[in-house]
């Protein structure tokens, strides 16, 4: 439902009576293995999705994209996965709400044409808030 609401949010709907968010957004997962917490999953496929789907031609033409990164990517002071998977640089880490459990990052490509907003699985305790926040993003973005 997280999904249709944040859809909702970044087209104006006014309700989630119609699950349709599929007509306009591409979803998956990094890791295809499912689990209910992030590190207790098996993450043999990760890499492979890394290199051969996240990296492909048809990943790489969205212009936004969401990411429920926390935990898969490798994120240090001299490496960060997600700006050389994605081409993307980080421009900043915000808050929704004053609440630390509901972070996201967000960076941009050189250029302005792509812009990648890290945050946790909105499958997860979200908020609307942060939901509301990245419909904000989005919609500031002038990609849609």
Wanted: proline share 3%; hydrophobic share 35%; glycine share 4%.
């Amino acid at each position: 439902m997280n999904y249709q609401k944040l859809y909702n949010y970044i087209f104006n709907q006014p309700n989630n009576e119609n699950i349709n968010f599929h007509e306009k957004v591409f979803i998956t997962e990094v890791n295809s293995i499912p689990s209910k917490k992030t590190r207790n999953a098996p993450n043999e496929s990760i890499p492979f999705r890394k290199e051969n789907f996240l990296k492909s031609k048809f990943i790489q033409s969205f212009p936004i994209v969401i990411i429920g990164g926390v935990g898969y990517f490798e994120l240090t002071e001299t490496k960060n996965e997600i700006e050389e998977i994605f081409k993307v640089e980080y421009a900043e880490k915000r808050i929704a709400g004053n609440k630390q459990s509901q972070r996201y990052w967000i960076h941009w490509s050189s250029d302005k044409s792509k812009l990648l907003i890290n945050t946790y699985q909105l499958s997860m305790c979200i908020s609307d808030v942060l939901l509301q926040e990245i419909a904000h993003e989005i919609k500031l973005s002038g990609l849609i």
